[in-house]
């Protein structure tokens, strides 16, 4: 009797066995299958990667000045406002590394100056009356600059805004100041500090 329970568990244990060895065989012709459907489109996500989406920033709860959700301009284009009188945007990194911004806006304020500066330190400036506001999001605005370990901050300081020198909407309680059709905060492509 003892023998013949004994036959019935090794006989259990080899049918558990095969059944899992057949799942995991099945399991790894989906993949493989699911791999080669699956190749065109990773090679298109691969080739779309490079380019990235017209607002990227890894900030931080503490930026300031800035819309928390983006809106659909005038011509169909998402926008993100920019509050006077400074838009504070706050970002962490472990070690200093090389950065790019690139941005584009313009401002319903007439004859607006924006200055702009990372870690205080001035980057460019613009003037609305001189040189224009660079406001064309297919070629932005860009500057490379090197983080500090820790926090760091870029702002956009405004001359004026609504209800704040200038009142081009006065039905809307919030301080505008200028739109922004691209903001992107990236490491700088090819720089030996971040390439893998």
């Given at each position: 009797?003892?023998?013949?329970?004994?036959?019935?568990?090794?006989?259990?244990r080899?049918?558990?066995?095969?059944?899992?060895?057949?799942?995991?065989?099945?399991?790894?012709?989906?993949l493989?299958?699911?791999?080669?459907?699956?190749?065109?489109?990773?090679?298109?996500?691969?080739?779309?990667?490079?380019?990235?989406?017209?607002f990227?920033?890894?900030?931080?709860?503490r930026?300031?000045?800035?819309q928390t959700?983006?809106?659909?301009g005038?011509?169909?284009?998402?926008?993100?406002?920019?509050?006077?009188?400074?838009?504070?945007?706050?970002?962490?990194?472990?070690?200093?590394?090389?950065?790019?911004l690139?941005?584009?806006?313009?401002?319903?304020?007439?004859?607006?100056?924006?200055?702009?500066?990372?870690?205080?330190?001035?980057v460019?400036?613009?003037d609305?009356?001189?040189?224009?506001l660079?406001?064309?999001?297919?070629?932005?605005?860009c500057?490379d600059?090197?983080s500090r370990?820790?926090?760091?901050?870029?702002?956009?300081?405004?001359r004026?805004?609504?209800?704040?020198?200038?009142d081009?909407?006065?039905?809307?309680?919030r301080?505008?100041?200028?739109?922004?059709?691209?903001?992107?905060?990236?490491?700088?492509?090819?720089d030996?500090?971040?390439?893998?």
């Amino acid at each position: 009797m003892m023998a013949g329970h004994r036959n019935k568990e090794r006989t259990s244990r080899t049918g558990r066995r095969l059944v899992f060895g057949g799942l995991v065989f099945v399991l790894v012709a989906l993949l493989v299958a699911h791999e080669r459907h699956a190749t065109p489109w990773r090679d298109l996500a691969r080739d779309l990667g490079p380019v990235p989406p017209a607002f990227f920033l890894p900030l931080d709860a503490r930026s300031k000045g800035a819309q928390t959700a983006l809106e659909t301009g005038p011509h169909g284009e998402k926008i993100l406002w920019g509050y006077g009188p400074k838009t504070r945007l706050r970002f962490h990194t472990l070690a200093p590394m090389r950065l790019r911004l690139c941005y584009a806006f313009t401002s319903p304020v007439r004859d607006q100056t924006v200055a702009v500066a990372v870690n205080e330190h001035p980057v460019a400036a613009y003037d609305a009356r001189k040189s224009g506001l660079p406001d064309d999001a297919g070629h932005p605005a860009c500057r490379d600059f090197t983080s500090r370990a820790g926090d760091n901050r870029i702002s956009f300081a405004y001359r004026a805004w609504n209800h704040g020198g200038d009142d081009f909407a006065a039905d809307d309680p919030r301080p505008l100041a200028a739109t922004f059709t691209m903001l992107q905060l990236l490491p700088v492509p090819g720089d030996p500090a971040v390439s893998p």
